[in-house]
Every structure is written in structure tokens, then in C-alpha cells.
């Protein structure tokens, strides 16, 4: 019913900038939150970004001050501005959303993801 699609990953050298877009469509009445997780080989999936209807976004402590989450509402889509990349932040990287549909069934779905490598 919800599908979210990613866009945006690739190669860049250290020092470089990335953006990441993520936009959810199919059945929604309203999303209420959209986040940016990110896996490493052989890590854990961590949280990286998420916005919701409160002012302050929530980043993870390794990327504050260098990324920047943003969202266009109307456009179910979410944005991850990424500057000063560091080799540590290649990953994939999927995108979350979650909100309600019509009749208020509730959906939490995820991207396939984007790779996101960063060269030293």
C-alpha cells in the first residue's frame, strides 16, 4: 500500500557532500515521521536522522553539525543534506516512514536502501 523509494547515494571523496532524498507514496493520509538509518558491514543498523512534527530534528552524535534532515510535507519526502563525509560514514543507508492511511491503518515502512561510499 506505502512504498518508499531512496535516491541520492554514491561515490565521494572525504570532504565531500552528499544528498539523500526519500519519499513515500501510495495510500497515506499523513506521515508522521520520517528517519535515516544507516548499516556498515558487519555493524549494526543506527539511527542517523529523524524528523517529525517537532521543530528539532534528532541526529545521531556522529553526524551533528554535518548533516542536515529536512522535509517537504506536502511531498511525503524527506531530504538528507550530508557535508564533510568521512570514510566512516560508508554505509547503506534506507529511509523510514510511518504515519496513517485512510479508515487509519498505520504503516512503518522502509526503502531498499542506497549506498553511500566515502573514499579517503
Known amino acids: 500500500q506505502v512504498q518508499v523509494v531512496e535516491s541520492g547515494g554514491g561515490l565521494v571523496q572525504a570532504g565531500g557532500s552528499l544528498r539523500l532524498s526519500c519519499t513515500a507514496s501510495?495510500?497515506?493520509?499523513?506521515?508522521?515521521?520520517m528517519g535515516w538509518y544507516r548499516q556498515a558491514p558487519g555493524k549494526e543498523r543506527e539511527l542517523v536522522a529523524v524528523?517529525?512534527?517537532?521543530?528539532?530534528?534528532t541526529y545521531a552524535a556522529s553526524v551533528k553539525g554535518r548533516f542536515t534532515i529536512s522535509r517537504d510535507i506536502a511531498k511525503n519526502t524527506a531530504y538528507l543534506q550530508m557535508n564533510n563525509l568521512k570514510p566512516e560514514d560508508t554505509a547503506v543507508y534506507s529511509c523510514?516512514?510511518?504515519?496513517?492511511?485512510?479508515?487509519?491503518?498505520?504503516?512503518?515502512?522502509w526503502g531498499q536502501g542506497t549506498q553511500v561510499t566515502v573514499s579517503s
Open positions: 523510514n516512514a510511518d504515519g496513517f492511511g485512510p479508515d487509519y491503518y498505520t504503516f512503518d515502512v
Open positions: 501510495g495510500n497515506i493520509v499523513q506521515v508522521n515521521a
Open positions: 524528523i517529525t512534527g517537532s521543530p528539532t530534528p
